[in-house]
Nanobody
Framework: QVHLVESGGGSVQAGGSLRLSCAISGRSLGHYCVAWFRQASGNEREMIASVDSDGNTSYEDSAKGRFIISEENGTDTVALRMTGLEPEDSSIYTC?????????????????????WGQGTQVTVSS
C-alpha cells in the first residue's frame, strides 16, 4: 500500500510563505506522478502542481511564479514551496500519487488517475 503523509500546513498572513512536504512510503520505485491538490470549503478540488517520473512539472495558472513543486530526499518526499500567499490560497492541501504508464499509441508516458491520497494539511492565509 502506498502511504502519503502531508506536513507543513499552518496559518500565515497574506504575502507569507509555507513549505508543505509529502512523505511517500510503501511504493516501489518506478514511473509515477505526484501532485498537490487543494479544496477550499465549498469549492471543487483542483490540482495545484504536479511532477512526473521524467521530472516534468506543471502548475495551475494561479500558482505559476509563486509555487514550486520538487522532489527531495530522492523520491521519498515531494515538497510544495509556496510564496506570496493570498487568502484565496486557504485550503486543505492534499498530496496524491498516480501511475505514469507508457501510452503505446504515442510512446509517451501519461499520468493515470490519482489513486493514492494523503489525509491533507490545512493552510490558512489571513488578510
Amino acid at each position: 500500500q502506498v502511504h502519503l503523509v502531508e506536513s507543513g500546513g499552518g496559518s500565515v498572513q497574506a504575502g507569507g510563505s509555507l513549505r508543505l512536504s509529502c512523505a511517500i512510503s510503501g511504493r516501489s520505485l518506478g514511473h509515477y506522478c505526484v501532485a498537490w491538490f487543494r479544496q477550499a470549503s465549498g469549492n471543487e478540488r483542483e490540482m495545484i502542481a504536479s511532477v512526473d517520473s521524467d521530472g516534468n512539472t506543471s502548475y495551475e495558472d494561479s500558482a505559476k511564479g509563486r509555487f514550486i513543486i520538487s522532489e527531495e530526499n530522492g523520491t521519498d518526499t515531494v515538497a510544495l514551496r509556496m510564496t506570496g500567499l493570498e487568502p484565496e490560497d486557504s485550503s486543505i492541501y492534499t498530496c496524491a500519487a498516480a501511475l505514469h504508464p507508457l501510452n503505446l499509441s504515442t510512446m509517451t508516458r501519461e499520468c493515470s488517475a490519482y489513486q493514492f491520497w494523503g489525509q491533507g494539511t490545512q493552510v490558512t492565509v489571513s488578510s
